[in-house]
């Protein structure tokens, strides 16, 4: 049950990032709000052209709660008082709790990706090609890592040993990894008619593949439509997105067993 009593005083919550026009956040937790007779909560988005304007945003309302997007899921972290374990884990976060302690911040997307990809994973999904290097990537990492997938990640700077360029991404590479997940915002409304840079290296997805795309506007992208006529099986990022969402929820306003 929640623990916002009808007497509270309205509590603030809000999303930052960089695009946020396209976001559902305050619809669904407007939503969400309503259908547990929660009038006392508002959220509203907030679009930085660079993450220290949060700082500005923060001294300007008292906030009980925030989700952060694209691109500042790790850019945000030095900025917080303190992390939970997962956040701290994975270095990035997207829920930030404001508390006695200060401004805490959490990583829900972990929780999300595993929650979504679950009933799609088969046995044969060992190995995982995550494109991006961001904080939604660095979730995903941390999640299939974590039941024992190889993962190598794509970038177009790859700045580290386990990430390669594009441009080296081979269709016999694609063909030996089975799992795809793009982290990246290509394909995203409006630029709907995009792909990942993989050119012909998406040929080596076939039947045994799954592809998921985090990108939930539009629901089915350029990539996953590609992918299905590969025959492979595919996850958009809705459901993803809803299940995040929910762990967010829990941590501002319910029980704290979902963080």
Not at 17 to 34: D, I, L, N
Not at 61 to 88: C, F, H, R
Not at 184 to 213: F, K, R, S, W, Y
Request: a negative charge.
């Amino acid at each position: 049950m929640p623990n916002i009593s009808m007497a509270d005083v309205t509590r603030r919550f809000g999303l930052i990032g960089h695009p946020v026009g396209h976001s559902w956040s305050q619809r669904y937790f407007e939503e969400k709000w309503a259908r547990e007779g929660i009038d006392q909560c508002r959220y509203s988005l907030h679009d930085l052209a660079e993450v220290k304007e949060v700082l500005a945003l923060w001294k300007a309302e008292d906030w009980s709660g925030m989700n952060v997007t694209v691109p500042y899921k790790q850019s945000i972290v030095p900025m917080l008082d303190g992390l939970s374990p997962e956040a701290e884990a994975i270095g990035a976060v997207n829920t930030i709790a404001f508390t006695a302690e200060g401004r805490i911040g959490h990583n829900t997307d972990a929780l999300g990706f595993s929650r979504s990809i679950a009933p799609f994973l088969e046995g044969h999904h060992h190995r995982a090609l995550v494109l991006g290097t961001g904080g939604s990537a660095a979730a995903v990492c941390y999640v299939l890592r974590n039941i024992g997938l190889t993962v190598n990640r794509v970038s177009r700077n790859p700045k580290d040993a386990d990430t390669v360029s594009y441009r080296e991404v081979s269709a016999e590479g694609v063909r030996q990894t089975p799992l795809i997940v793009n982290c990246t915002p290509v394909g995203m409304h409006p630029n709907v008619g995009e792909l990942p840079p993989l050119g012909q290296a998406l040929n080596g997805i076939g039947p045994d593949h799954l592809v998921v795309d985090l990108v939930y506007n539009p629901l089915e992208t350029r990539l996953l439509k590609q992918a299905l006529s590969l025959g492979a099986k595919t996850l958009g990022g809705l459901s993803m997105l809803e299940h995040q969402a929910e762990a967010a929820w829990n941590i501002w306003c319910g029980s704290a067993d979902a963080q």
